[in-house]
């Protein structure tokens, strides 16, 4: 088990902790102490939360791209120190009076949500001939809101196109969604191998070698996609490997529950 | 084929484009119904899907295929059977679309909403049969009856996988092409189970009051007129559908 605080940053406090506390327990952690105070900055929600290792990638990327989230802050505490900590929520952990032993800290800045939103009906008007409103969204937003407006970006297709073309018929299970819905929905955009859980996406065309990475997008499509397709609904898809990073290969990616 | 069964082919390839309608109209209704979001609006749809599976599906493909064979006998059909034939396909492939439908995949109720289906078909066709009245003793070949429920079992359960579980136009067409092989093959493989013998038969009680092809023309005509405008709305309602969902 482990203990994350995390320090979120919304434009309102109302609703703020009953749509965050759901993404919380939905990644399976547990909400153990919170705190809700407003500066000049805009609405802060400090949570302390318990759950294992394995899951705290995927809190991270639900939060990441939450709508309510401007940017977040997610600091590991030491074993035991989450009642320290909770005792006094104000500051930030990076401004250095974190509480108890912060092993690591992780800064996110959400997506830009109205650049994703702005761009969406281009998307849809365009389908699947996207990649130049991709490109486009890429270089539109700031360097480090780029992951997770893709992402976001990404998870909206996703879902769209999962209601638009295969929604009718019976829940599946994730291997059969995969092999029905988001193989053929993956190949009507991008040259895509399948094997079991992993998609290596060949040429991605928003990953150049040695540039920065946009095969984000995809994870968000897939993300989407099987969790509202596949029964149960989490889903998870991680980048396993990445040419824009690498510089040669495929783009991997991992699909999980 | 027994030897008093003569067939009208142009009518036999009807029933079976009759039966693939009924299935693509059910089919695509079903598939729906996981969509449904209040219990009325699920009830309704499974209602309507086995509506279309059971009347014209099995009902108006199986009077198509009795006007389709010619037994040498003047035949009238009992209109109280008849229609509980058809009351019998509605509620059986109803339960049948219902357990299909509801939930995730398993292959246990894909194999239950198989059997359902296959035995809506199959009590269709010989309670069907039973409403026949003609001046002659029938008897059945078992072994042949218990082929013609094993095709309407595994061929039922094939169309439903393809259905529920495939997407696309395999889904959309196959599973009816598959489901009118399961009602056309138990319905021809029952009727090869079928013998009359004329020796000694009289004419049954009631053969002058009974439904003939006359009648049972005009009731085919408009179960299939309807299935053909369910089949329209359907995918009128699809695009429209498809159409608004907003990204």
């Known amino acids: 088990m482990i203990e994350l605080e995390i320090h979120i940053l919304s434009d309102r406090r109302e609703g703020l902790l009953v749509g965050l506390g759901r993404v919380v327990i939905a990644s399976g952690f547990t909400l153990l102490r919170q705190r809700v105070y407003q500066d000049n900055q805009g609405a802060w929600l400090v949570m302390i939360v318990r759950g294992e290792p394995e899951q705290q990638l995927g809190l991270e990327e639900m939060l990441a791209t939450h709508a309510r989230v401007q940017s977040f802050e997610a600091t590991l505490l030491a074993p035991g120190a989450a009642a320290q900590a909770a005792a006094t929520p104000a500051p930030r952990a990076s401004d250095g009076a974190t509480h108890g032993s912060a092993s690591s800290s992780i800064t996110h800045i959400g997506p830009d949500v109205g650049k994703v939103e702005s761009m969406l009906p281009q998307l849809a008007r365009d389908y699947p001939k996207i990649f130049p409103w991709l490109l486009a969204l890429e270089h539109d937003v700031a360097a480090e809101a780029r992951e997770a407006s893709l992402l976001l970006a990404g998870r909206r297709t996703g879902t769209w196109v999962y209601k638009r073309d295969y929604e009718m018929g019976g829940k599946l299970g994730l291997a059969d969604a995969i092999k029905r819905i988001a193989t053929p929905a993956m190949r009507s955009l991008i040259s895509v191998d399948v094997h079991d859980r992993h998609f290596h996406i060949q040429n991605c065309p928003l990953c150049p070698p040695g540039g920065h990475s946009g095969c984000r997008f995809f994870s968000g499509y897939l993300e989407g996609m099987l969790s509202a397709s596949s029964a149960p609904q989490s889903v998870l898809v991680r980048h396993l490997h990445c040419r824009g990073q690498h510089g040669a290969g495929d783009c991997v990616l991992e699909v999980s529950h | ?247």
């Not at chain 2, 034939?85 to 299909?100: D, K, T, V």
């Not at chain 2, 489901?179 to 189970?193: D, F, K, R, S």
């Open chain 2, 1 to 247: 084929m027994p030897a008093h069964q003569h067939y009208n082919l142009w009518l036999v390839l009807l029933s079976y484009v009759i039966s693939v309608l009924g299935s693509f109209t059910a089919l695509q209704l079903a598939v729906a119904i996981p969509l449904a979001q209040t219990a009325r609006q699920r009830m309704m749809a499974v209602l309507a899907a086995g509506a279309a599976m059971g009347v014209g599906a099995i009902w108006a493909m199986h009077f198509i295929a009795m006007l389709a064979c010619n037994m040498g006998l003047p035949v009238s059909y009992d209109p109280v059977l008849t229609a509980l034939s058809a009351i019998i396909a509605f509620g059986a492939c109803s339960l049948g679309l219902f357990i299909a439908s509801s939930g995730a995949f398993s292959w246990a109720k894909l194999a239950a909403a198989g059997v359902c289906m296959g035995l809506g078909v199959t009590g269709m066709h010989y309670l069907g049969m039973a409403a026949v009245m003609m001046a002659a003793y029938t008897t059945y070949d078992m072994s042949l009856v218990a082929a013609s429920l094993l095709i309407a079992i595994v061929a039922s359960i094939v169309a439903l996988w393809l259905a529920f579980n495939l997407r696309g136009r395999v889904q959309m067409v196959g599973s009816a092409l598959v489901m009118g092989l399961a009602v056309c093959g138990m319905h021809y493989t029952g009727m090869a189970a079928f013998n009359i013998d004329e020796e000694g038969g009289q004419v049954p009680a009631g053969f002058a009051n009974g439904m003939r092809g006359g009648n049972l023309g005009t009731s085919i005509f408009i179960v299939t007129v309807m299935l053909l405008v369910a089949a329209l709305v359907i995918h009128y309602k699809r695009q429209q559908r498809r159409a608004a969902i907003s990204i």
